[in-house]
């Protein structure tokens, strides 16, 4: 079974409670989530492993330590997980980014893929799956599955605000992938929204309500 990781800092919850406001404008809202992405990242990166190498400074030779192993991947799903592309480049600069592109059929609330790019080394690095919603889950297990089958092993999925619905799916669907969220809702309504939530993270971005 995966592991539910609720990153649950001060600043982060203070800041997710302006981002649920309804009042909260594109510009605030995008600029909170970046912010969000970039906390969440430093906890989401804590396990990358560490080599030990030999610098010079200023007063003396010694050993200091740089991150080794594999590199990073970001991909964002479209169109809402791209408000959490540029936190994370903040903090891993070097990283690439690819894009899956997929949205929920309104009716079915069934994902529909339209697009994916991918960098071509992605199954040799460790991928950054980002959306801000997972509410059934649908979505991110899809998008889940398409970097399985470009080859990708090391992956882990971060979003904003999860339901229990899709925390679910997700596990059961790819137990081998760690879920990071800001937090835990209560549940789904009748659209498939999550409740309390924050709406529809995708319009509130971008400014299409
Ligand atoms: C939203 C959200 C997720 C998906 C979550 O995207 O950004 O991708 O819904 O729902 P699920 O867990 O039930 O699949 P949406 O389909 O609204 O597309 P958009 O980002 O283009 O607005
Ligand atoms: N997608 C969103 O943007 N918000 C929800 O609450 C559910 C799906």
Not at 39 to 51: I, W
Not at 61 to 73: F, H
Not at 164 to 169: L, Q, R
Request: with cysteine; hydrophobic share 40%.
């Amino acid at each position: 079974m995966s592991k539910l990781h609720v990153v649950d800092h001060p600043l982060i919850a203070h800041k997710l409670s302006i981002m649920r406001n309804k009042k909260t404008g594109s510009k605030d809202f995008r600029e909170l989530l970046n912010e969000i992405a970039m906390l969440m990242g430093y906890e989401l990166t804590r396990d990358l492993p560490l080599e030990k190498i030999t610098i010079d400074t200023p007063v003396e030779r010694t050993q200091a330590y740089t991150i080794s192993g594999k590199k990073l991947a970001i991909v964002p799903i479209l169109r809402a997980g791209i408000g959490m592309v540029d936190g994370l480049l903040d903090l891993v600069p070097v990283a690439k980014v690819g894009h899956i592109g997929l949205y929920r059929d309104p009716e079915t609330h069934l994902p529909v893929t339209y697009y994916c790019k991918l960098p071509s080394d992605i199954d040799r690095r460790i991928v950054i799956l980002v959306d801000p919603m997972l509410a059934t889950g649908g979505s991110a297990s899809d998008a889940l599955t398409k970097l399985k089958e470009h080859g990708c092993t090391h992956i882990k999925f971060m979003c904003l605000v999860a339901a229990p619905e899709g925390v679910a799916k997700v596990q059961a669907d790819h137990p081998d992938v760690d879920i990071f969220t800001a937090a835990l809702d209560e549940r789904l309504n009748d659209h498939a929204y999550i409740v309390p939530g924050l709406g529809d993270a995708g319009d509130r971005i971008f400014g299409t309500l």
